[in-house]
């Protein structure tokens, strides 16, 4: 057989085929368990940062095990659901909201005229976190948020203080809006320009709103105002909508008020 016959031609090119197909599917599943454990390690590291605890030079896993304690609710009730009743889907080692929507008996649609997140449907039961004092009380709430923006579905983490009111963090761990417009949700600037901040009043509804411009620091509501993000107002309006729905009675809003009622806000 002659070095450039058709048949040897086509057998190299098949014989490399073959080698990069077997090299590139061994690399993803030997990459599989490091992916994933990279992904809970970033996740943890949201959750320290939204909570505002500092690792320095700590393993953020450690600092997690002392600080954080995960509960997980129903989201229509607001009810703690207890240990001895978590499964495969809701125990909170492995709780993934893409998975549990993806379940229909375990999650809801929503309504179009209510589906202000624009995220179609909402797991029955979320994972939020406790952030813990020294005295082992809850300082305050890390809860996940998520709905689209302009050219992807933002996830991310808000935390709101023990006094059930006021915003004491917000981080986005998985988005795919523009680098330099959209994209500056992860701004550390803006994203600190939510603390201290009134999210929701003494009657349980929700006040805060992000602006399309810059907050008047004279305006009586500036506590509970955001700059917009400039040259993004679709994002922007976006991350607006998704926290009004995460902290209303769709969302947290039910939780929240079972919160009230026990007292969480007092026990400071
Ligand atoms: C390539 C490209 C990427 C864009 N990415 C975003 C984005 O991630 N988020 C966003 O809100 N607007 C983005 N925009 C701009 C929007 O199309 C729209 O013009 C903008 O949201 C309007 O914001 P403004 O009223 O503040 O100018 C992008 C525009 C272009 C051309």
Redesign the pocket.
Known sequence: MSHDSTKKTITVALGVCLVCSVLVSSAAVGLNSIQTANKKLDKIKNILAAGDLKSEGQNPETIYKEKVKPIVIEVKSGDVLPESKYDEFTKPESFDIKSIVQNPDYSTAIAADQDIAGIKKKPNYMVIYEILGKENEVEKFILPIYGK???STLYGFLALDKDLQTVKGITFYEHG??PG???EVDNPKWKASWNGKQAIDENGQVVIEIL?GIVDPTNPNANRQID?????????RGVDHLVKYWLSEQGYGPFLAKMKKDGADEKI
């Not at 917009?228 to 922007?236: P, W």
């Open positions: 923006g302009l050219w809006e523009t417009l959209g994209g399309k917009g993000l400039s040259g993004s107002t679709l994002t922007t």
